[in-house]
């Protein structure tokens, strides 16, 4: 019941009387059923377009809007948008705030939740239902009292096609002056301790969290370049290019963490549609850890840690390199105790590269997803990245 709110007594009364004034001899109560008994639903208003397709591109809003529920003529509601598929029970609940007949989604977070809560497949158009519940700000204060009041409005079809969340162009990492930890460069084409994480709101943006000393200098290489110092992104004239010099924190910075965000197009990588900018990090807060270790049932047990590496040039990332991940659950924990640990966000599923949450919930993986995987986790951040070797 926490998108009721509660009129006082006093309040409650006193409208209950406003409604009812004249009849004194009449229960309040009674008079309440029989003013909430006249309701009607919310009515929700045509958008421009019953058909939507959302890629990574894709920027604004869905909005939505509709009229008010009605019971009686003073008594106003609160309403909840719900989002569900034919023949599914599962659905988007999204309060609204109280007052208001109007939402607008952004359709980066609409593309995320729809992909992950409501499984629908990228890149293929599925119907979608909005409704708009209602409730009564005023209530008696039990369950069959709210759903006696309660409203829902005659559906509302979209037709939507999101792309695959969790899909990525491509994965990059950094090669080059790496040297955060113990002073070596790391100028190996074949090295791929340092990948960029995807952003959680953006298909098209990737983070790297680290430390680099003033001066340092790297080229960025796309998966299928690794191994080889042929096409991997440097700088010509201010922009990226494909085998141009070596990309350089800017002129003046020093030593530090720093942020370096790298943006990219969609499908096959076009370097004169991507960009690299870089932002100092304060990272004082954060601690240094000693370990971190999946686990749970999906690693060994619950008793016993399966632990990460630790990066030798960047001591905030932990690398394992071909973990076998069996059917079962697991979660991420520091030096081998809970005090702080890493779980999934909400309804998010296993595998998935966005970022996780502090205590969150215990990561899942089915028979299908077990195998042996490289396994990718910043702490500063809570990003992380689960790469199945196998098929």
Avoid at 33 to 55: F, M, R
Avoid at 144 to 155: D, F, G
Wanted: proline fraction near 5%; charge should be negative; charged fraction near 25%.
């Amino acid at each position: 019941m926490n998108r009721i709110y509660h009129l006082a007594s006093a309040t409650l009364v006193a409208l209950i009387l406003s409604l009812v004034a004249g009849c004194s001899t009449e229960d309040p109560m009674e008079s309440f059923d029989a003013v909430l008994s006249s309701k009607s639903p919310a009515v929700l208003d045509q958008p421009a377009s019953s058909e939507l397709t959302i890629t990574p591109e894709s920027t604004g809003t869905l909005d939505l809007s509709w009229s008010a529920a009605k019971y009686g003529d003073k008594i106003p509601a609160t309403y909840t948008v719900i989002l569900s598929r034919s023949g599914s029970e599962k659905r988007i609940d999204i309060p609204v705030p109280a007052g208001a007949r109007q939402i607008s989604l952004p359709l980066q977070e609409l593309n995320k939740r729809l992909v992950t809560e409501l499984e629908m497949e990228g890149d293929t158009p599925g119907k979608v239902s909005v409704t708009v519940e209602a409730l009564p700000l005023a209530d008696k204060g039990n369950d069959h009292a709210l759903e006696t009041y309660r409203t829902t409005s005659s559906p509302l079809e979209l037709t939507i096609t999101p792309f695959f969340a969790t899909s990525r162009p491509d994965l990059y990492f950094l090669v080059g002056d790496l040297s955060g930890r113990d002073g070596s460069p790391v100028w190996k084409n074949d090295n791929t301790d340092h990948l960029f994480f995807a952003d959680d709101n953006s298909a098209l943006t990737y983070h790297y969290d680290g430390y680099l000393k003033a001066g340092a200098a790297f080229k960025i290489f796309p998966e299928a370049s690794i191994g080889s110092w042929d096409n991997n992104l440097g700088m010509k004239e201010g922009k990226l290019d494909m085998g141009g010099d070596n990309i350089a924190l800017p002129a003046g910075s020093s030593d530090g963490y720093y942020r370096i965000t790298l943006t990219v197009n969609r499908g096959k990588l076009d370097p004169a549609q991507a960009s690299v900018t870089f932002a100092p990090i304060d990272v004082s807060a954060k601690p240094t850890l000693s370990k971190v270790g999946i686990i749970g049932t999906a690693g060994i047990d619950w008793d016993h840690d399966l632990f990460l590496e630790q990066s030798k040039t960047e001591p905030h990332l932990w690398i394992g390199r071909e973990i076998v991940l069996k059917e079962g659950e697991f979660k991420l924990r520091a030096n081998a105790a809970w005090n702080t640990n890493w779980g999934g966000q909400e309804k998010e599923k296993f595998p998935t590269d966005f970022g996780i949450a502090d205590g969150g919930e215990n990561w899942k993986v089915t028979a299908k997803e077990a195998g042996k995987y490289n396994v990718y986790f910043n702490d500063l951040t809570g990003n992380y990245f689960f790469q199945k070797l196998d098929k």
